[in-house]
């Protein structure tokens, strides 16, 4: 166009020429702006109304700016659809989480509540408590709830990164908690209150049905031993059929007799109710005593009972309960540790110093009989657990022993296990710490 009007007027000047370029871009500018105005409009709109939540069809008027425009239709109605998954997602959890019958509170990084299911809300509005309203999301964890384990949980879980474990009792009047949380990959935590009031009031009835039953067992069971012992030991004119049925009465009420005090035993350890004196004494003094106090049962099995490595470094532990459990796990290897081929059974005792997982002692009985296999070493300190249920009746075990020393080591802030193989025997070891300040 520009030179058209040049050649149609060769005598125009050089300035009349450089305006009439200036004008035409000009023109060319303003056609140009308005043309990319009438195709991003539409687009411009389609990006609101996805952003919006809604979805329009996109169109421009220029074949050029159509694959474009098809193009941003498509991306638009996929993350329209991912929006619309992730929301119904989040609905679906929701719904999940506020049908369970545990409190749940997720926190973020700063310890600000995010997020609480239906039950804690009801929970935060119950009298009493460590509480101090309603949930506000976006506030701080410990503005609404004052309870020190349950902080101290989210603490954990927040700071250190690990799942903790609490049991409140103060959250609820009346109520017992048990608390795990657990921190999210994106950072903050998630707090779940399980209500296990209930259930530790069963587990208590069980156990002072167990201990009452117990109790009231002994008298009966002492009248019936001491009869029988009396007509085996004065009655000369009883027949033999008579003597081993009367034999029979009596092993079966000594059995019982021991059933019921080891019941009794259990029922105090587990409920706290035995009085430990724990006090600095020579490990090797107990292992000492304890093999002395054995000799009766050792040479009655017709066994060999030697003593190992031991040190003379002192454990805080009560003298009593250490002797019981020594005696215990001594008994169960000269009973339960008869090599296959035959022959008595030999024992070690060994006590040594270890580092870890704290500064202990670590006792240690060893057997080497016929060992029990790998599926049995995690349960054989449950109660009334038994590897060879028909030879353990007939040595007159109770399948208490074991759980009795777990309670009895853990009590006193030890830890105990077991390490076996077939045909290689068994190891039973327990640790007890070090005392801070030895006795000379």
């Not at 009439?20 to 195709?39: C, G, P």
Request: charged share 20%.
């Amino acid at each position: 166009m520009v030179f058209a009007i040049v050649t149609a007027f060769p005598d125009l000047p050089a300035v009349a020429v450089g305006g009439i370029l200036l004008v035409w871009a000009a023109l060319m500018a303003l056609w140009t702006a308005h043309s990319l105005q009438r195709i991003l409009g539409p687009m411009q709109a389609s990006a609101n109304s996805m952003i919006e939540g809604e979805q329009k069809p996109l169109t421009t008027g220029f074949r050029d700016f159509d694959g474009l425009a098809q193009a941003l239709s498509t991306a638009s109605k996929r993350v329209q659809g991912s929006l619309e998954t992730a929301a119904e997602s989040r609905r679906q959890l929701e719904a999940l989480l506020d049908s369970m019958q545990d409190a749940v509170v997720a926190v973020d990084a700063a310890g600000r509540i995010q997020w609480t299911n239906e039950r804690m809300q009801k929970m935060m509005l119950l009298p009493g408590g460590y509480f101090t309203g309603a949930v506000r999301v976006g506030h701080a964890l410990v503005q609404t709830v004052r309870d020190p384990d349950v902080l101290e949980c989210v603490r954990v879980a927040l700071e250190d990164t690990a799942v903790a474990v609490r049991r409140s009792t103060s959250l609820v009047p009346g109520r017992i908690y048990e608390v795990n949380a657990s921190p999210m990959p994106g950072g903050g935590a998630v707090a779940v209150l399980h209500d296990v009031t209930r259930i530790e009031e069963v587990e208590r009835t069980q156990k002072d049905f167990v201990a009452n039953v117990s109790h009231e067992l002994r008298t009966p069971l002492t009248s019936i031993t001491g009869y029988v012992e009396t007509l085996l030991d004065h009655e000369a004119g009883i027949s033999p059929q008579g003597r081993e049925f009367l034999g029979t009465i009596l092993k079966n009420a000594t059995r019982m007799n021991r059933l019921t005090e080891d019941l009794l035993v259990m029922a105090r350890v587990e409920a706290a109710t035995v009085e430990l004196s724990p006090a600095p004494v020579p490990a090797d003094l107990l292992v000492r005593e304890a093999v002395a106090g054995m000799k009766g049962l050792v040479q009655e099995n017709e066994g060999v009972l030697e003593i190992g490595t031991i040190t003379d470094c002192q454990v805080f532990a009560d003298h009593d309960a250490v002797m019981q459990v020594l005696s215990n796990l001594i008994e169960n290897a000269i009973k339960y540790g008869q090599p296959k081929a035959g022959g008595g059974t030999r024992v070690v005792i060994s006590a040594r110093e270890v580092a870890a997982p704290y500064d202990a002692v670590e006792f240690s009985v060893r057997d080497f009989g016929q060992g029990i296999a790998s599926e049995h070493l995690n349960r054989i300190f449950e109660r009334f657990y038994r590897v060879d249920k028909t030879r353990s009746r007939e040595s007159g075990g109770t399948g208490l022993g074991l759980s009795i020393v777990r309670h009895m080591v853990q009590a006193q802030g030890g830890t105990i296990r077991a390490e076996s193989e077939l045909g290689e025997g068994s190891c039973f070891l327990f640790t007890l710490p070090k005392a801070l300040y030895p006795v000379h």
